[in-house]
């Protein structure tokens, strides 16, 4: 080694662009001095001889620049060759040093892949959700349209209001900003086959859609205008239920499918790649067209995407389509009641805060992750001291040296990215498996480009980070200390661990950090879980039976078929009580307008804002075990006397004093409103589920008379609550097929409606209480590794004090106490930036303060223990020393 360093040493001087030119000026000497004494020899005189072999020789120029690129090239290979060489030596070291460490290699990848893999899953759902949430072209420039009311939404729900083909036809061929602007549609229809109806989700686009979406069909060709002038009934197969119920059969296109009652032709199959902006519906099984000039009544209602021109900004985009929306005067509405958002594609994903909460708490684990790892890496360092002394002393340089640290450490990352890609790509697979049924969005989450692109960033960083980290500490550390006796070692440890404690100390503040948010997350969840809804939920059922618009055209048929539902329904042994509604749990009906009680002013011209009201029988409130405050529930006369019954929440709001019955409200809407008296006050009620204020102000009017829908098919819903184990939820199917075998029935029981309304923050909850406990064992591993090395250095410590008659329990209590001294210090940092992290998440929170002081406590003890959990084994190590051996030991 040292031969060869010595020649490293003079081809490293020779490498000199002088020592080039030298050589080449030498060499180009040499061969004009043997020519010219050739020529002499032969007779020539000296001058003569010289000028001829310059002459000879050609032009000095040329040749000097010939000979420096040969040179120069023959150099850059020789240092090719050298590198390549040394890496490959220093790999091979470097996988030979790891190997002989087994157990310090095994966790130290381990603890690097879990915070790279719980890195990389939820990232892989950032980037699916909120990065790159639709693969259409120029996506940085795809913006969704809708309309909002001119007023606040007072009912807490952010609702988009669909664009009717009137507005939309004046948008499209007037709007400056737009590339282009599509509308689209979704719908639940029933594909009648050999065996029962099956659900499919129909999507409804225009013909110039695919080629919006950059998408062309896989067989078959797409809709036409010529398809819309004839009224054909053309269809288009989605991928996945081409191939799963029709064998990805390439001869599909001409035959028929029957939806609705309706038969329509198949022309092609759109791919899976092809998607609405819409996260719940992210593939549609048929694809059916829009005809927006045939629409002339403007009763069609459209979500809207569009792709902006280069440069046009969202506020542009907002302004004009404001302006054309005044233009386009619609029959009984005003032009400024309501107005117009442009947002991005990232606005569908619900959950969207909470994927951002869970990035940060994984960036914590990372960050834990990497502490530990970087202790790890300072015990081994200490532990080579007499290895790169007797190294250094050899003749190896300090950059040599330093290379070959920083190799190991790659080689180390490289392992922990590697485990680190699978885990984050089991760990995603995990989470998209066990998601709940409400968070369908998450289905569409996968580990693309970027997440794998960030692993390798993050392991080549981590690498070089690291071995810099090793390298560096042993660069400060002189060889001659270093091959000194073992106590002088033992004292240099003892000067640095107060690196390895600080890291420690790191680790248990963002565990403690993570603990506390967990556990404001938990006594959410659990505050909501229990939480009064206003109504008990056990033992209530919905029913919606969809009727399809070939067969219920008319409200004459709509109305026979509900009230021989309601019939059939109340006669079903085990049923205590039924009712027919327009609204059911877990969705909500408003009023678009401007609420005015008797003898306030009138609301401005033109005001809208979202009213929660609800069409429902006068059996509702029975069924649903709603209690009547004051006065009385409307009877079956109402619809024409316009009586209306309102909650607890919008009573106290207008009559503080009480006595609301008697009082008369209206919507108003475009100046126009029926006057409604109040002829009862009910409870208040979460029928959203617990997450929503039952006090919000809330309307009960009766329903309207049956009519069917202007879309594909028409729905009657009907709440009844069955006696507990009744045994007869399968009869409210029967009775609704008895009356009309080929509707679709769905029966959902309102308790699983609540507790799905909370799955989310549920599902949040779980996910973060994990990676909390994930932090939390990596903290623990930390602060163990911390205290075993400690007691290691310090055996003959302390086996002098147990032969000095220190009992067994003091140097327990000196351990342990060492560990809790250090989780108290982390404890500290970690509850001061908890009282600031906690903020990310009290939109979060429900019932709970995010500075409530329990969760604060039980964040403190958690990490505690884990820290006294940690101390037992090196503590009993330490009173397991035998004083004679330690003492002899060097």
Not at 522 to 542: C, K, N, Q, W
Not at 799 to 816: E, F, T, W
Request: with cysteine; net charge positive.
């Amino acid at each position: 080694m040292i031969r060869g360093d010595i020649r490293r040493a003079f081809r490293l001087a020779l490498r000199r662009r002088d020592r080039w030119e030298q050589e080449v000026e030498d060499e180009i000497k040499l061969h004009l001095a043997l020519r010219a004494e050739a020529l002499a020899a032969a007779g020539a005189s000296a001058d003569h001889a010289y000028a001829e072999a310059v002459r000879r020789f050609g032009s000095l120029d040329e040749s000097r620049t010939r000979l420096l690129d040969a040179a120069r090239h023959r150099e850059r290979h020789m240092q090719r060759t050298e590198w390549l060489a040394d890496a490959r030596q220093d790999l091979s070291f470097a996988l030979r040093t790891l190997g002989r460490r087994k157990a310090w290699t095994s966790i130290t990848i381990l603890t690097l892949a879990l915070g790279i893999g719980a890195t990389t899953a939820v990232f892989s759902a950032v980037s699916s959700l909120l990065l790159h949430p639709l693969p259409y072209p120029n996506a940085g420039r795809i913006v969704l349209v809708d309309k909002q009311t001119t007023r606040a939404n007072n009912t807490g729900i952010d609702v988009s209001i669909s664009v009717g083909s009137k507005e939309l036809l004046a948008w499209r061929e007037q709007a400056h900003s737009f590339e282009a602007l599509e509308p689209y549609a979704t719908s639940t229809m029933s594909l009648e086959t050999a065996g029962e109806p099956t659900e499919i989700t129909a999507a409804l686009v225009t013909p110039t859609f695919a080629a919006f979406a950059g998408q062309q069909p896989l067989v078959g060709r797409n809709f036409t205008p010529a398809d819309l002038r004839a009224h054909d009934h053309a269809a288009l197969l989605g991928e996945s239920l081409w191939r799963t119920s029709y064998g990805a059969d390439p001869a599909i296109v001409g035959k028929s499918l029957h939806l609705d009652d309706s038969i329509y032709t198949i022309i092609g199959v759109m791919p899976a790649s092809l998607r609405i902006p819409s996260i719940v519906h992210r593939e549609a099984d048929v694809w059916l067209p829009i005809d927006l000039a045939g629409d002339t009544s403007n009763s069609g209602g459209y979500s809207v995407v569009g792709r902006l021109h280069t440069g046009v900004s969202a506020a542009r985009a907002t302004r004009e389509l404001d302006a054309l929306l005044e233009r386009v005067q619609l029959p009984g509405m005003n032009s400024n009641m309501f107005h117009t958002r442009v947002q991005t594609p990232q606005a569908l994903v619900p959950f969207r805060n909470s994927l951002i909460l869970l990035m940060g708490a994984v960036g914590l684990v990372l960050l834990v992750a990497c502490a530990n790892v970087a202790h790890l890496i300072l015990a081994l360092s200490a532990s080579r001291d007499r290895e790169m002394a007797i190294r250094a002393a050899l003749g190896a340089g300090r950059r040599r040296l330093i290379r070959q640290v920083v190799t190991e450490s790659l080689a180390l990352a490289s392992l922990g990215v590697a485990a680190g890609v699978f885990l984050g790509w089991a760990g995603l697979k995990l989470i998209v498996a066990l998601r709940p049924s409400a968070l369908s969005e998450l289905s569409a989450a996968s580990l693309d480009g970027n997440a794998l692109a960030l692993a390798v960033v993050l392991g080549a960083a981590s690498g070089i980070v690291f071995g810099l980290i090793g390298a560096f500490r042993n660069a400060r550390r002189s060889p001659n200390d270093s091959l000194k006796s073992a106590a002088t070692s033992a004292s240099h440890s003892r000067r640095h661990e107060h690196a390895r404690s600080l890291l420690v100390i790191s680790e248990m503040a963002m565990s403690a950090m993570l603990l506390v948010g967990a556990t404001l997350l938990v006594r959410s969840v659990i505050h909501l879980e229990h939480a009064d809804l206003g109504f008990d939920p056990h033992g209530l059922y919905t029913l919606k039976v969809d009727l399809p618009h070939s067969r219920y055209a008319d409200s004459t048929s709509v109305g026979v078929y509900e009230r021989q539902l309601a019939d059939r329904v109340r006669a079903i042994p085990g049923v205590r009580a039924a009712s027919a509604t327009d609204v059911i749990p877990g969705e909500w009906y408003f009023r678009i307008g401007g609420l005015q009680v008797q003898g306030d002013a009138p609301p401005p011209a033109g005001t809208t804002q979202l009213i929660h009201f609800s069409p429902v029988s006068p059996s509702y409130f029975k069924t649903m075990g709603i209690g009547l405050l004051e006065g009385r529930v409307f009877d079956d006369s109402s619809a024409a006397s316009d009586q209306v019954l309102v909650n607890a929440g919008f009573a106290r709001a207008h009559w503080p004093a009480g006595h609301a019955v008697g009082h008369r409200i209206r919507i108003v809407y475009n100046g126009n409103g029926a006057w409604m008296t109040i002829t009862g006050v009910v409870a208040n009620v979460a029928t959203m589920g617990p997450m929503t204020q039952s006090s919000d102000p809330m309307l009960y009017g009766p329903m309207p008379p049956a009519r069917p829908s202007a879309l594909v098919r028409t729905q009657t819903k009907m709440l009844a609550r069955m006696q507990a184990a009744s045994g007869s939820v399968g009869l409210l199917r029967a009775a609704a097929l008895s009356i009309d075998p080929r509707v679709r029935v769905t029966i959902d029981p309102v308790e699983r409606l609540m507790a799905e309304s909370i799955s989310e923050p549920r599902f949040v909850m779980l996910l973060l209480t994990s990676f909390t406990v994930l932090a939390l064992v990596l903290a623990s591993v930390g602060l163990y590794g911390v205290m075993s090395y400690t007691v290691a250095q310090r055996t003959r410590e302390i086996g002098i004090r147990i032969a000095l008659g220190a009992s067994g329990g003091r140097i327990a209590r000196a351990v342990v106490g060492r560990a809790v001294a250090l989780a108290f210090a982390g404890a500290a940092a970690g509850l001061i930036g908890a009282v600031w992290a906690t903020k990310l998440i009290e939109s979060s929170l429900n019932s709970v303060s995010r500075t409530d002081p329990a969760s604060f406590a039980i964040g403190a003890m958690l990490l505690i223990g884990a820290a006294v959990a940690a101390s037992v084994v090196p503590m009993r190590r330490a009173v397991s020393v035998d004083p004679v051996t330690a003492i002899r030991a060097d």
